[in-house]
C-alpha cells in the first residue's frame, strides 16, 4: 500500500511545491490535492487545463503520485439540497473534480453525496443524492475517473450494508466507497465496513477517534485513538487492498508542519513497517 497525505494536513496557504517538497522529505508516496474555494492555493472551480497540467508537472518533479482529488465545496451547495439550484452547483463541482483529475492523471474523486439535517430528511437526502450521482455516472466513465463514496458525520449512510446498497445500485464501475477509518469510528468498527464492502472501495482515508469523547474533539493523532489497526489492515488485506492509505489528521497548534512528519511514522506503524 502506498502512504499519502491530504493538502489540509497543511498550514493553509502552504505552497503546492513546499507540499510536495515535504511530503517527498516525509517519505510520502501521494498527495492528495483539494478543489479549494477562489483564492486558496491550488486547485480551484477555476482552474485551466494548463494550470492543472503545470501543477501534475510539479508533482512529478518531487516523484509524488496524484492518485486522489477532494473537495470541501459539497459542503456548501450538497447533492441533497432541496434547492435544485445548489443541486445543480453541487453537480458542477464534482464535474470540475472529474475533469482536473483527468487533466492530473488522478483515477479516483472524493464525494460527500449529502446531509441529514432538520430541513432535508433521511430518504429525501438518499433519493436525491442517488439522483444526481446517477447523472453524474456518464460523466465519470467518459472520462475514466471514479467517484468514491465517503463515509462521514452527515448522519447518512449509516450502515455498511446502505452503502453497498446505495453504490450497487448505480451500477456502474466507476462508483465506489471512499472509506474513511476513522470516520466510522463513532457508529461502528472500521474492519467490518471493510469486509463487508470488499473491491467497491475505491480509496482509504485514516484518522483515528476515541468514541467516549462524543464530539470532534475525540479526533486524535494516529495510533493515539480506539481504531484497531492490526483487524483494519488485516481486513485490507483480505479484500486485496493496494492503493493509497491517506491521512488526513487534524495539524498541531505549534509546529504544525511536524504533523506531516509524524504522522508518516505513525503510517510506518499502521501498514506494518518499521517507523522511521
Avoid at 465545496?73 to 483527468?102: M, T, Y
Wanted: aromatic residues 8%; proline residues 4%.
Amino acid at each position: 500500500m502506498l502512504k499519502g497525505v491530504n493538502q489540509w494536513c497543511f498550514p493553509e496557504g502552504t505552497p503546492l511545491e513546499q507540499i510536495f517538497k515535504i511530503s517527498r522529505e516525509a517519505g510520502y508516496n501521494a498527495v492528495e490535492l483539494n478543489v479549494n474555494p477562489l483564492g486558496d492555493v491550488g486547485l480551484t472551480m477555476e482552474t485551466t487545463a494548463s494550470e492543472a497540467e503545470a501543477i501534475g508537472r510539479l508533482a512529478k518533479t518531487y516523484d509524488i503520485q496524484l492518485r486522489s482529488l477532494s473537495t470541501s465545496l459539497l459542503w456548501h451547495s450538497p447533492l441533497s439540497s432541496a434547492d435544485a439550484a445548489l443541486r445543480e452547483q453541487g453537480r458542477r463541482v464534482v464535474e470540475k473534480q472529474l475533469e482536473l483529475a483527468e487533466l492530473l492523471g488522478i483515477d479516483t474523486v472524493l464525494v460527500v453525496p449529502g446531509a441529514v439535517n432538520e430541513e432535508t430528511s433521511y430518504d429525501e437526502c438518499y433519493d436525491r443524492s442517488h439522483a444526481e450521482l446517477a447523472l453524474l455516472v456518464q460523466e465519470a466513465e467518459k472520462r475514466r475517473v471514479r467517484i468514491g463514496i465517503e463515509n462521514v458525520w452527515n448522519k447518512f449512510l449509516l450502515s455498511p450494508l446502505e452503502m453497498r446498497a446505495y453504490v450497487d445500485d448505480l451500477q456502474s464501475s466507476y462508483v465506489g466507497v471512499y472509506f474513511d477509518v476513522g470516520n466510522i469510528l463513532h457508529n461502528g468498527y472500521p474492519q467490518q465496513w471493510i469486509r463487508i464492502l470488499g473491491s467497491r472501495i475505491f480509496k482509504i482515508h485514516v484518522k483515528d477517534y476515541r468514541p467516549n469523547v462524543g464530539n470532534g474533539h475525540g479526533f486524535v493523532p494516529l495510533l493515539a485513538g480506539d481504531v484497531n489497526w492490526a483487524e483494519v489492515r488485516s481486513a485490507l488485506g483480505e479484500i486485496g487492498y493496494t492503493d493509497t492509505v491517506t491521512a488526513e489528521v487534524g495539524i498541531y497548534a505549534h509546529s504544525p508542519l511536524q504533523t506531516v512528519y509524524d504522522t508518516a511514522r505513525h503510517l510506518d506503524v499502521i501498514l506494518g513497517g518499521a517507523a522511521r
